[in-house]
């Protein structure tokens, strides 16, 4: 363990590992510490191709693309009386974008790769806490994960906090994460053998099956398993549990309760018990502070129903090595850096909440609580700038024509109305990048845009000022 580094980064999933890396890859000196030994245990085995080109710059994709995991052609969807897919086929040429993983060894790959750029990593080492002097944090109290009695302290210029849903600056030391009201759901999930495939859809594709107190997902792995996984509403569940006596109890109810899903797992051998983690959505008041940046789950969480997770942890991770990058450089101000990497993680991740919240909004089932109970209040809607949100999610779209029907799909949903179409995905699958992202002048964000050449960054747009 060293006593001192330039940039101390907290955890070592998907967010930590690629802004770890990116910022080795510019030349800075970069520790990692990682609480657990990789490969570890941790959920979310479903990738969107919108990682692929944060993957391919960090320079790991061939590695991916060449381990073996099982190729992700879309998604698959039962949604009440109604039924579609969103295909995957269409956002590249050169075949898979996409796949479904085994995330000890696809967060493994990461962290090695990221190593392998020239950061620093230590394993089981936990941290304790962040110390602050004069508002700005200076140093981390660490522990040997496996040997308490062995401890120490890193001295640091700058902090990202990867931590995850434990959130080490904002939930525990700042006190600071807000939950939100919607997406108050329990996840209960796991793994089988000899279930069968889908007859329809995309080729390895998730399936997403509503129930009526929630829905499925099932997704299988290269190791022959397959995850599947029931996400309920907190009080169902627990009102469930008490009742039927156990969590296994509560999953094989719902399950009866769900037939594409039970049909798939029909004659199937259950190989792992239950798991369990409660889906709460939160943001943390600010992604940001003097001295330290908070990616992936440290700054907030979404619901699972659109499998949005990786993207958003290597998505801020990205954002926040190009921030640190330029004020490091002395290309940017760090309070502009910061406005930068607060307001485009923030509406990537709000834009997504209404996206999800829409989704559960289309189920054909108004007397069923859950769902009901995904709905965002008047409230959320006016605090998230709704209209902003609808801005981001239509220009992420290439053919306008189309942006335009999800605009007013999306729009009638929100305001209570029938859209007509069951499927509020119906278009979104001719997304073909992030054009919603300031990656160019036109798109700044307080003069500023991200770029990725010659130097991972941020640079000004002419004329443009913070």
């Keep these: 363990m060293r006593d001192s580094t330039q940039i101390l980064v907290i955890g070592g999933g998907p967010a930590g590992s690629t802004a770890a890396g990116l910022l080795a890859k510019e030349g800075f000196d970069v520790t990692l510490l990682e609480r657990d030994k990789f490969p570890r245990y941790h959920i979310g085995e479903s990738i969107l191709p919108s990682c692929r080109p944060i993957l391919e710059y960090l320079g790991v994709w061939d590695k991916v693309n060449r381990h073996g995991f099982q190729p992700k052609g879309g998604a698959y969807f039962f949604w009440g009386p109604e039924e579609w897919e969103v295909n995957f086929s269409g956002l590249g040429a050169d075949g898979t974008n996409a796949w479904q993983v085994v995330r000890s060894e696809f967060d493994e790959i990461l962290l090695r790769h990221a190593a392998e750029l020239g950061m620093t990593v230590v394993e089981e080492s936990t941290v304790k806490e962040v110390h602050f002097e004069n508002g700005r944090p200076v140093a981390a109290s660490w522990v040997d994960s496996k040997d308490p009695g062995r401890s120490g302290r890193i001295g640091f210029d700058y902090v990202i906090d990867c931590s995850g849903r434990a959130g080490l600056i904002a939930a525990r030391q700042q006190k600071s994460r807000k939950y939100h009201e919607v997406f108050q759901n329990v996840a209960a999930w796991t793994y089988w053998k000899g279930v069968k495939r889908l007859d329809r859809g995309p080729d390895g594709a998730i399936t997403v099956a509503s129930a009526p107190d929630g829905w499925f997902w099932v997704i299988p792995l290269h190791d022959g398993t397959t995850s599947v996984g029931l996400v309920t509403g907190r009080d169902i569940f627990n009102e469930k549990k008490r009742a039927m006596g156990g969590i296994q109890q509560v999953y094989d109810q719902v399950l009866t309760e769900c037939p594409r899903v039970a049909g798939l797992v029909e004659g199937a051998e259950q190989v792992a018990g239950m798991k369990v983690e409660q889906d709460y959505s939160y943001t943390a008041e600010s992604f940001c502070g003097p001295g330290y940046l908070l990616s992936g789950d440290a700054a907030c969480f979404l619901d699972p129903l659109l499998s949005t997770g990786v993207h958003l942890a290597t998505y801020s991770g990205m954002l926040s090595a190009a921030a640190l990058s330029s004020v490091l450089r002395g290309d940017v101000a760090e309070d502009e850096a910061w406005e930068f990497y607060q307001t485009v993680y923030r509406h990537a991740y709000e834009r997504l909440l209404v996206l999800v919240s829409v989704f559960y909004e289309s189920y054909r089932g108004k007397e069923h609580h859950f769902y009901n109970a995904q709905r965002l209040t008047q409230g959320q809607r006016e ?32 305001n209570g109305a029938e859209s007509g179409d069951p499927n509020p995905l119906a278009n979104l699958n001719k997304v073909h990048e992030q054009k919603q992202a300031p990656m160019n002048p036109d798109n700044a964000v307080g003069g500023l845009y991200l770029s990725f050449g010659p130097s991972l960054g941020l640079r000004r747009a002419e004329g443009g000022t913070a």
């Design 383 to 414: 605090s998230l700038d709704l209209q902003e949100a609808f801005n981001r999610i239509v220009t992420g779209i290439a053919d306008m024509d189309d942006a335009q029907d999800v605009y007013a799909s999306v729009h009638a949903h929100l």
